[in-house]
């Protein structure tokens, strides 16, 4: 019971960048891959802070960090400032980032990625995916 409970407060907070999204031009980012084959998926994935799942929807980016594991900031390359002629996979212009279930949060742009500030969550939900609508100017 406690386990779906949990699920459904994880979906109270994140449904708003589950229902009626639409895959964004990039899936994913990070370390953390799933193996092929017959049977690979026998062990379980170890996900880190820098593991990241993307969708889109109105104009907006849903970017879903697998384990935040209580990190202070937590990162995303895919949007990282222009530096250097190098060009991150999104390179438009950022009006806001909100933390799902939470509002508004603090960011800044850097040459490494969006640096989100995410805020606290109660107990184990620290260890829970969070999710974070990034509005596109």
């Known amino acids: 019971r406690d386990l779906l409970e949990s699920i459904g407060r994880w979906m109270d907070a994140n449904g708003e960048g589950i229902y009626g999204t639409r895959p964004w031009r990039l899936a994913e980012e990070g370390p953390t891959h799933a193996a092929d084959g017959s049977f690979a998926d026998q062990a379980a994935l170890e996900y880190t802070a820098a593991d990241w799942r993307f969708a889109a929807k109105d104009g907006s980016v849903y970017a879903f960090c697998l384990n935040p594991a209580g990190a202070a900031t937590l990162t995303s390359a895919t949007f ?39 805020a606290a969550r109660p107990g184990t939900e620290a260890n829970v995916p969070v999710g974070f609508k990034i509005t596109i100017a």
Do not use: C, S
């Open 80 to 118: 990282a400032a222009y530096h250097d002629g190098i060009r991150a996979p999104f390179h438009g212009i950022i009006a806001g980032v909100e933390q799902l279930g939470a509002g508004p949060v603090d960011w800044k742009r850097t040459d490494d990625g969006l640096v989100i500030t995410p």
